[in-house]
């Protein structure tokens, strides 16, 4: 049975990463072969439950890294033999009575290349074979009786097979007739392919296990010791981060009676470094790998579950809170069905206000207590949840990472201590980072208003946050507008999603070529099979006279009667679809209502006009039928691609612009949304309207009103959890992304100043590389948008629950620091969102340019009912224990299977 784990605590462990930055995965992927990489990545995939495979792939590759074995082969050779053994069309087969004069002609031309491909293939197999032979015998010698010498019997029984001896004889033969490799090639690929590819795969897991025991080596990991699962034992000594530089070890022991750690410490102190060391080292020795530490045994576990770095989930409709509930939900079914589990929680119900996060942290983990037969990992900064949990259960063990004060200074040992911690530093490091004093410079707002902004300002957090881009990731904002028919089309709406305007004139230029072509109702293109071969026949460039392409033309022609080829055939095809395309796009242009057309778009189509009147080019007709000679071919082909290229490519990025016009003003129709009013930047106000607008992803959803200006430039926003805070501010700043790309929104109305950017803080996660703690990532990210608001940009700055990933005294002297701070920037809005509802009434008293709303809840007896309607005021509203128990979570934890 498979070793239980989801995507959740891949991503928090960092298993397999992002692409392009540093994995787990990564560390131990040194293989030499493709298909090595993908066992490996299947063996990180499902890990182990049974101690007897774990501890038997264990010795294996430990017996690899002290016969210092080395891996013999070439991996192009299996790229070839895959390659080469994935063609099972019979009528590839060689035959040596068919078509002899063929293979004759194609051979003189240089265009036999499928035979020389499976001649290839050939070759590889017998290389391989010979190298698996002299390889098992020296493995023989040193693997008698080793944990390695089932797999050796294995590999020798399929070598002795006697329908695999022809390759064996053939090894030295470095060219083979055509008979030969027409029968070889029957053999390989038709009668012993499966054999074959059996091969394959042992040599591919022996990649992988001398792949992993030179990481071993080279990294000085040691080999963990499975035990039998009847028992809940992990002794972990020198347990250290493989990805961390100069990481600390710690040393770990949990048993039935202190199976439940809890861990305290401040923030940067390395309590999520040593959670996610813990899975890690857990989840590789669960795969029979070797780990980062100096000694290891433990009872083997059914599955891990962590939460590290969980987001909200606007699809499902989740909160951060809710999201974190259904987490503990999931992991609380699992552990009813008996699931001996390691979990893992870091900053359990953060998400949340303080009293619900006491309660519910508590509850949970009293709940967890009662399954002896698990290992829990639970961090707070709640830490008189750690008192009243001394005193009701007594198998939870209380650890902490210290702090060292040097002054201002903050000393950490990211060594553990058993204890609870009294430290609090979370306002010393935001002074530390200089955030405030950022804030309160105007050295750089004097030297920046004098630039304008030429670029709109967003990064990729605020990307991520929002979801904007993505055309593969189904719930994007890129893919709700991703209408447009072609493929020229969709880049230009990427292009565009990735350059929002800062000029009001351009942004309403935009607009008015939306409105004009939304309402064109007559096509444009013929049907998308003519005009995807058109347009891949247009994407190609001539070249040469026109004496030398009728040359080539009459060479493909004869090609095409000799040797079948299709070149010819293609071009024709492609000829007479871009006839088509250019013939049907003209009568559209000539349709066009000149007199609105939009003064951008005029030049473009005045081309057109010259380009279609062109005297070389009247053949073109909509109507023109039946068959041309190939001379015709050649001289029309020469035209379109030779001599008037550029004319076409700047046909086609017209047809192109079209296309996305349409479409997207096709969907505004659709879906009702209204395309916004952009006015320029006025220094003497800063304007924000939007008139019952929502998330373009939820449609039906309820719909909001929000109003900034100069004078009120911030909104602080409460709620109750699940009342709907994250959703509202992902709606306006998508709204506000979309306004500054004059694309239609969803909304009755919006007016805007435009602006030079939006940065938002709203899933922003730790970051063990660097050394970052959740709450240090926070404290980064808004010193990062201090420094864009203090250089004079006039931004739209989204916060939502400001420093959550500290105690309740530095959230709340952070948050009512930064948020007046930021707030003194007139030129700048915010919308900044936090379950500290007394920072809101500490604002009431300090300035005049705070507006508070919150969205409120009902309570229809034990059930809350969420109205979603922005409403003046803060609230006071606390849910949090209602949800956990109206998804009865605790008597899923304590509830067992009779």
């Given at each position: 049975m498979a070793f239980y784990i989801d995507n959740q605590t891949l991503e928090d462990i960092n298993v397999f990463g992002k692409k392009g930055r540093a994995s787990v995965f990564n560390l131990y992927n040194v293989t030499?072969?493709?298909?090595?990489?993908?066992?490996?990545?299947?063996?990180?995939?499902?890990?182990?439950?049974?101690?007897?495979?774990?501890?038997?792939?264990?010795?294996?590759?430990?017996?690899?890294?002290?016969?210092?074995?080395?891996?013999?082969?070439?991996?192009?050779?299996?790229?070839?033999?895959?390659?080469?053994?994935?063609?099972?069309?019979?009528?590839?087969?060689?035959?040596?009575?068919?078509?002899?004069?063929?293979?004759?002609?194609?051979?003189?031309?240089?265009?036999?290349?499928?035979?020389?491909?499976?001649?290839?293939?050939?070759?590889?197999?017998?290389?391989i074979l010979h190298l698996l032979h002299v390889f098992a015998g020296k493995m023989e010698l040193d693997s008698f009786k080793s944990p390695y010498h089932e797999e050796l019997e294995k590999v020798y029984s399929l070598l002795r097979d006697p329908e695999l001896r022809p390759f064996l004889d053939k090894l030295e033969a470095k060219k083979m007739s055509f008979s030969k490799t027409a029968e070889l090639d029957t053999l390989a690929r038709f009668k012993v392919r499966e054999k074959l590819l059996g091969i394959l795969d042992y040599i591919y897991h022996l990649d992988v296990y001398i792949a992993v025991a030179t990481v071993a080596s080279r990294l000085g990991f040691s080999f963990a010791a499975a035990l039998p699962s009847y028992s809940t034992q992990l002794d972990v000594e020198g347990m250290y981060h493989p990805m961390v530089n100069n990481a600390v070890p710690n040393t770990i022991k949990t048993d039935e009676n202190g199976n439940v750690l809890?861990?305290?410490?401040?923030?940067?102190?390395?309590?999520?470094?040593?959670?996610?060391?813990?899975?890690?080292?857990?989840?590789?020795?669960?795969?029979?790998?070797?780990?980062?530490?100096?000694?290891?045994?433990?009872?083997?576990?059914?599955?891990?579950?962590?939460?590290?770095?969980?987001?909200?989930?606007l699809g499902t409709g989740f909160s951060h809170f809710y999201a974190e509930v259904m987490r503990v939900k999931k992991v609380a079914g699992h552990l009813g069905k008996s699931k001996r589990l390691l979990v893992i929680f870091d900053e359990l119900f953060r998400g949340t206000n303080v009293k619900d996060a006491y309660d519910a942290t508590v509850a949970i983990a009293e709940a967890f207590a009662t399954r002896l037969d698990c290992l829990f990992v639970i961090s707070t900064h709640i830490i008189e949840a750690g008192e009243i949990l001394r005193s009701r259960s007594k198998n939870v063990r209380f650890i902490y990472l210290p702090t060292i004060m040097e002054g201002t200074t903050?000393?950490?040992?990211?060594?553990?201590?058993?204890?609870?911690?009294?430290?609090?530093?979370g306002m010393m490091i935001v002074n530390n980072e200089n955030v405030l004093n950022i804030l309160g410079s105007d050295k750089a707002i004097k030297e920046s208003s004098q630039n304008p902004i030429k670029r709109f300002a967003v990064d990729k957090q605020t990307l991520e946050d929002l979801n904007l881009l993505g055309e593969f990731r189904p719930d994007s904002i890129f893919n709700i507008y991703k209408c447009a028919r072609t493929r020229g089309g969709k880049a230009l709406l990427e292009e565009m999603f990735l350059n929002p305007l800062t000029d009001a004139g351009l942004i309403n230029e935009r607009i008015d070529l939306f409105k004009y072509f939304q309402d064109e109702k007559h096509s444009f293109l013929p049907n998308n099979e003519v005009f995807e071969r058109a347009e891949q026949y247009l994407q190609f460039a001539g070249q040469g006279s026109a004496a030398t392409s009728l040359i080539n033309m009459g060479q493909k022609?004869?090609?095409?009667?000799?040797?079948?080829?299709?070149?010819?055939?293609?071009?024709?095809?492609?000829?007479?679809?871009?006839?088509?395309?250019?013939?049907?796009?003209?009568?559209?242009v000539s349709q066009l209502n000149r007199k609105d057309l939009p003064s951008s778009m005029l030049p473009a189509i005045e081309n057109l006009d010259r380009l279609f009147s062109d005297k070389k080019l009247l053949w073109i007709s909509k109507d023109e039928s039946g068959e041309i000679t190939w001379r015709q071919i050649a001289k029309h082909d020469y035209l379109l691609r030779r001599v008037y290229h550029q004319e076409m490519q700047q046909l086609l990025k017209t047809?192109?612009?079209?296309?996305?016009?349409?479409?997207?003003?096709?969907?505004?129709?659709?879906?009702?949304?209204?395309?916004?009013?952009?006015?320029?930047?006025?220094?003497?106000?800063?304007?924000?309207?939007?008139?019952?607008?929502?998330?373009?992803?939820?449609?039906?959803?309820?719909?909001?009103?929000?109003?900034?200006?100069?004078?009120?430039?911030?909104?602080?926003?409460?709620?109750?959890?699940?009342?709907?805070?994250?959703?509202?501010?992902?709606?306006?700043?998508?709204?506000?992304?979309?306004?500054?790309?004059?694309f239609p929104i969803a909304a009755k109305s919006m007016k805007f100043s435009v602006q030079d950017g939006i940065y938002t803080s709203i899933n922003v996660s730790d970051n063990l590389t660097l050394g970052h703690s959740h709450f240090y990532a926070e404290v980064l990210r808004v010193k990062h948008i201090a420094k864009e608001v203090a250089e004079g940009k006039k931004l739209v700055v989204v916060f939502d629950e400001l420093f959550k990933g500290t105690n309740v005294q530095d959230a709340f002297d952070a948050?009512?620091?930064?948020?007046?701070?930021?707030?003194?920037?007139?030129?700048?809005?915010?919308?900044?969102?936090?379950?500290?509802?007394?920072?809101?009434?500490?604002?009431?008293?300090?300035?005049?340019?705070?507006?508070?709303?919150?969205?409120?809840?009902?309570?229809?007896?034990?059930v809350p009912r969420y109205t979603y309607k922005l409403t003046n005021g803060i609230t006071e509203d606390r849910q949090g224990m209602i949800i956990i128990n109206n998804e009865k979570i605790l008597e899923l934890i304590t509830d067992r299977p009779q």
């Open positions: 030499k072969t493709r298909g090595g990489a993908k066992i490996l990545e299947n063996i990180f995939r499902y890990p182990l439950s049974d101690e007897r495979a774990i501890n038997r792939r264990s010795s294996i590759i430990r017996h690899m890294m002290d016969s210092g074995v080395e891996f013999s082969f070439s991996g192009e050779l299996f790229d070839t033999i895959e390659h080469y053994l994935a063609n099972i069309d019979t009528r590839t087969k060689l035959i040596v009575e068919d078509n002899f004069v063929q293979r004759k002609l194609k051979g003189a031309v240089g265009a036999d290349n499928e035979y020389k491909q499976l001649h290839k293939g050939l070759l590889a197999i017998i290389e809890f861990l305290t410490g401040a923030n940067m102190a390395g309590k999520s470094t040593f959670m996610k060391t813990l899975g890690l080292t857990m989840f590789l020795a669960h795969a029979g790998f070797p780990v980062p530490v100096k000694k290891m045994k433990f009872s083997v576990l059914d599955g891990m579950f962590t939460t590290i770095n969980l987001p909200d989930n903050a000393k950490y040992t990211y060594t553990l201590n058993e204890g609870i911690t009294t430290d609090r530093h022609l004869l090609m095409q009667y000799l040797a079948n080829d299709r070149e010819f055939q293609m071009i024709k095809e492609g000829l007479a679809a871009a006839v088509t395309l250019i013939a049907h796009f003209k009568i559209y047809l192109y612009e079209i296309d996305l016009y349409t479409s997207v003003g096709e969907l505004a129709s659709k879906r009702g949304f209204v395309f916004p009013d952009a006015i320029p930047f006025n220094t003497m106000d800063n304007q924000i309207s939007i008139d019952q607008f929502y998330h373009p992803g939820l449609p039906g959803a309820v719909a909001n009103h929000i109003t900034i200006s100069k004078e009120k430039n911030v909104i602080f926003l409460t709620g109750a959890n699940m009342a709907g805070k994250s959703t509202l501010m992902k709606a306006f700043s998508v709204s506000v992304y979309l306004a500054h790309m004059g948050t009512l620091a930064a948020t007046a701070a930021f707030g003194g920037h007139r030129d700048c809005s915010y919308v900044i969102s936090t379950h500290i509802i007394e920072v809101g009434e500490a604002l009431r008293e300090g300035g005049n340019n705070f507006q508070f709303s919150y969205l409120p809840t009902i309570m229809e007896g034990v």
